[in-house]
């Protein structure tokens, strides 16, 4: 299974941004997708999560409003639009698949099956 990310980089406060996630080795759409992301020296936290179909999303209030999540069962795809983006919103962000949203919606420390490699984002102020 692979989980490949992309579209990190540098931007400046307020820019967008958006990463994609290609997926395969799996049955892509059996899994529920999330974004999480990892700054240095704190702890990896969920940014948006989508259900099987694409039904259903979740976000924490961190990002509420900033960010979309969609996927794409078609093309193995999932993507996170970012607006406003902010300097805090620095971190890696990895991609992430799971049975269920309430799944991944529970956090990296329970029940995601797969982790994709990160990519940087940096939001300069």
């Known amino acids: 299974v692979q989980l490949q990310a992309s579209g990190g980089g540098l931007v400046q406060a307020g820019g967008s941004l958006k990463l994609s996630c290609a997926a395969s080795g799996l049955a892509f759409e059996d899994y529920a997708m999330g974004w999480f992301r990892q700054a240095p020296g704190k702890e990896r936290d969920l940014v948006a999560a989508i259900s099987w179909g694409g039904g259903s999303t979740y976000y924490p209030d961190s990002v509420t409003g900033r960010v979309t999540i969609s996927r794409d069962n078609s093309k193995n795809t999932v993507t996170l639009q970012m607006n406003s983006l902010k300097p805090e919103d620095t971190a890696v962000y990895y991609c992430?698949?799971?049975?269920?949203?309430?799944?991944?919606?529970?956090?990296?420390?329970?029940?995601?099956?797969?982790w994709g490699k990160g990519t940087l984002v940096t939001v300069s102020s």
């Open positions: 992430a698949a799971g049975a269920t949203l309430g799944a991944v919606v529970r956090g990296p420390n329970y029940d995601i099956d797969y």
